[in-house]
């Protein structure tokens, strides 16, 4: 059984909350949280709750827990993730990409084995859009949001298709966040992004399954990171 629904929501506002007192550097990288009493009262929730919230910052690695001697701030996230995130989204945001890397991993998997001549033809379309938004600084989440729904069609199994459209609007949240982030950086990091879909790409056209599940796996998860890079 999972948390009811409105402690889930609840874990998920305390966790947005501290998210936000140490990405404003309120709470610096090194520092000890507060005591769970304490911040149980600052935030207004119950420790359960506090304590979901808490497991969701060390999973995502901003918060570690040491033995004995409480939570410490392991990373400062990018103020800019509060910024370009909708309120209340950015638990639910991590959740997606774990999603993600399951059914698209699988999708290319088979993508690689499967795909059709016109298949490559649109992967490579929506690949070389990506690489012209990457030259000519644009956002590019259509492209890439178009390129991993091509993969899953490439499947030849509509159902991951379906899956992922039927979560779309959480998709492109993700996707909006993850490239508002790559463009406030140097070049270098939109680079690094289209070198893991050059890599997918390349794992598909050569029948590769391993590989391309791999890599899409890898993708995905390294978005997922890099929400919190700092």
């Known amino acids: 059984m999972g948390k009811p629904a409105k402690e889930r929501t609840l874990a998920d506002h305390a966790y947005e909350k501290i998210l936000a007192m140490i990405s404003s550097g309120e709470t610096a990288v ?3 949280l507060p005591t769970e009493h304490a911040m149980s009262e600052m935030l207004e ?21 040491r033995q004995g001697s409480g939570s410490f701030v392991q990373r400062r996230p990018d103020t800019a993730v509060l910024t370009f995130a909708p309120v209340g ?12 890397a399951a059914i698209e991993g699988e999708a290319a ?6 795909h059709t001549e016109a298949d490559l033809a649109k992967l490579r379309a929506h690949f070389k859009e990506l690489d012209r938004c990457i030259r000519e600084g644009e ?20 159902y ?7 979560m779309k609007s959480n998709i492109l949240t ?11 950086k140097p070049r270098e990091r939109m680079e690094l992004v289209q070198q893991e879909h ?33």
């Open 198 to 230: 050059r890599r997918i790409l390349a794992a598909i056209i050569a029948r590769d399954q391993a590989e391309a599940r791999a890599a899409m796996r890898a993708h995905v998860e390294n978005a997922k990171n890099r929400v919190f890079e700092g």
């Open 45 to 65: 929730v119950s420790r359960p709750v506090l304590r979901q919230a808490l497991k969701q910052l060390r999973e995502d690695g901003v918060v570690v827990s």
């Open 139 to 158: 956002l590019g989440v259509e492209a890439d949001e178009a390129f991993h729904q091509a993969i899953c069609e490439a499947s030849g199994n509509q």
């Open 89 to 100: 989204s950015i638990a639910d945001i991590q959740r997606t990409f774990e999603f993600r």
């Open 30 to 32: 090194g520092d000890k």
């Open 160 to 166: 991951f298709a379906t899956a992922r459209t039927s």
């Open 109 to 114: 998997f088979l993508a690689a084995v499967r």
């Open 174 to 184: 993700g996707l909006n966040l993850t490239r508002n982030l790559s463009l406030s």
